[in-house]
């Protein structure tokens, strides 16, 4: 058995030796390292939702995050009726069927990440196809002012990497089934584990059954806040019970942004339809 000893050993050895690796003799590889560095510390600067790393503080927080304080067209907003007075031409059509997702808790939301392609919306002929969705508590639009219990967000891109995301708002009331497996499954911790659902979630039933809806430009509601996203936040909202909401809050507190100046943009009424 003293070889499995020995052979154990050098591997705890390697172990050791590539965490407190130095850096690599050859300039090539320190260059490539230096880069997957950057890439890496970019990639996870820390941002939250309160504190000296919460919205407030974003825009300071790295200068790819410059958008969060200085973006003229930031997400979320408050959804007034009197001021979306205006009509949209805009065609919405949205094509979703029973699909299967996977789960995580990326620290700041729980995602579901879909694993076909199979769902997308239609905006103008433009097709986006359904990336992941994931849930705000409470909302981050308000509705005449007031911010709901909670809110889904749909994520969709195009083939040239435009987003456009659809808000459903969600309000206490009766049990939500279609995310029955989903919160039962809820990842307590921040981790990178996918967790597969094994029943099929079809989106069409979380949408609202009034498909009129708010249509604007706006940003991600999450750092870098990057704008050129397409918005369409339902007016009317879908029901999660109460017990739902206390479970993910216990997950979750707060994750939401607050709302953002309208900086006279037009905020259009359309009426979605489904294919
Ligand atoms: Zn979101």
């Not at 979380?206 to 999450?222: I, R």
Request: overall charge negative; aromatic content about 8%; charged content about 25%.
């Amino acid at each position: 058995m003293m070889w499995i000893r020995f052979i154990m050993m050098c591997m705890f050895l390697v172990t050791i030796t590539a965490c407190s690796s130095s850096p690599s003799p050859i300039d090539h590889d320190n260059k490539n390292a230096a880069q997957d560095e950057t890439k890496k510390e970019e990639h996870e600067i820390h941002w939250s939702y309160s504190g000296d790393t919460g919205p407030e503080y974003w825009e300071a927080l790295d200068s790819s995050f410059k958008a969060c304080g200085r973006g003229m067209k930031q997400s979320p907003i408050n959804l007034e009726d009197a001021k979306a007075n205006k009509t949209s031409e805009a065609d919405i059509r949205i094509n979703y069927q029973p699909s299967s997702f996977t789960i995580k808790n990326n620290g700041h939301t729980v995602q579901a990440d879909t694993n076909t392609d199979e769902n997308s919306i239609v905006i103008d002929d433009k097709e986006y196809k359904l990336v992941q969705f994931h849930f705000h508590v409470p909302s981050e639009h308000q509705m005449e002012g007031k911010n709901l219990d909670m809110e889904l967000h749909l994520v969709h891109k195009s083939e040239d990497d435009q987003l456009a995301v659809l808000g459903v708002l969600m309000k206490a009331g009766k049990e939500n089934k279609t995310l029955a497996e989903l919160w039962s499954k809820l990842p307590k911790e921040e981790s990178e584990e996918n967790i597969l659902l094994e029943e099929e979630i079809n989106l069409s039933s979380l949408l609202p059954q009034d498909k009129t809806a708010y249509h604007y430009n706006g940003s991600l509601t999450t750092p870098p806040c990057s704008e050129g996203v397409k918005w369409t936040v339902f007016a009317e909202p879908i029901s999660v019970s109460q017990e739902q909401i206390d479970l993910f809050t216990s997950v979750f507190p707060d994750n939401h942004r607050p709302v953002q100046p309208w900086n006279d943009r037009d905020v259009y009424e359309v009426l979605t339809h489904e294919n």
